[in-house]
């Protein structure tokens, strides 16, 4: 099993875990939108939605969603929260990486200060 198989894995999903997963299904089906819809540089598609008063973020890319947790306001992404994607997957550090590029890019360019990154 390769690395990013092993990112992956399905794992056994807490009751908590479920919770969010259906949260993150009512969010991606939500019609309008009520984020942001943005194209990278790579031609991808993606969403991003702050929530609650800014301490948690949803992201979509293709079909696959997740939550992590940011401080809007002050440019702060939490990259311990990225984690699971709505499909039961773990994040591969990659794909890390690259929520963490996307949501500081978006932050900074809605106004926020310089984004840190608390890894």
């Known amino acids: 099993m390769t690395k990013q198989q092993k990112g992956r894995a399905r794992k056994r999903l807490t009751p908590a875990q479920k919770r969010e997963i259906e949260f993150l299904r009512e969010l991606k089906s939500e019609e309008p939108f009520s984020g942001t819809r943005l194209q990278a540089a790579d031609g991808d598609e993606h969403r991003i939605r702050i929530l609650a008063r800014g301490e948690q973020a949803f992201y979509q890319e293709g079909t696959r969603a997740l939550l992590l947790e ?17 499909d039961g997957g773990t994040v591969t550090e990659d794909e890390r990486e690259r929520v963490i590029e996307r949501i500081g890019r978006y932050l900074t360019a809605r106004g926020d200060p310089a984004t840190f990154t608390v890894r």
């Open 70 to 86: 940011i401080s809007a306001g002050y440019g702060i992404i939490l990259k311990s929260t990225i984690r699971l994607w709505d």
